[in-house]
């Protein structure tokens, strides 16, 4: 099993990103995929999860300027985020679930750092 996160880098507050996170050895329309993100000194949180039947999960407080999505065709799930603001800034990962609702992940990709600063 491999997740692998891409789309990351530097972006100007008020800028947009899409992160993508592709995975491979496993049925990926078997399972749900979340988003994480970890700042500096903070403890890992998680973002956004889209389950298996394409429904959207977590922190709902983001899911005005953050957008998941997936595209099974592709095994891989989308983070289209925008507004970007600098406490935005952190290491984001995927990782693999039986549910958005499950208590664990099953496998988890290395990151992308994403940069929000003017």
């Known amino acids: 099993v491999q997740l692998v996160e891409s789309g990351g880098g530097l972006v100007q507050p008020g800028g947009s990103l899409q992160l993508s996170c592709t995975g491979s050895?496993?049925?990926?329309?078997?399972?749900?995929i979340g988003w994480f993100r970890q700042a500096p000194g903070k403890e890992r949180e998680r973002v956004l999860c889209s389950s298996s039947d394409d429904e959207t999960y977590w922190d709902d407080s983001k899911k005005g300027r953050f957008t998941i999505s997936r595209d099974n065709a592709e095994n891989t799930v989308f983070l289209q985020m925008t507004d970007l603001k600098p406490d935005d800034t952190a290491i984001y990962y995927c990782?693999?679930?039986?549910?958005?609702?499950?208590?664990?992940?099953?496998?988890w990709g290395q990151g992308t750092q994403v940069t929000v600063s003017s």
């Open positions: 050895g496993f049925t990926f329309s078997d399972y749900a």
């Open positions: 990782a693999r679930r039986y549910f958005c609702s499950s208590p664990t992940s099953l496998d």
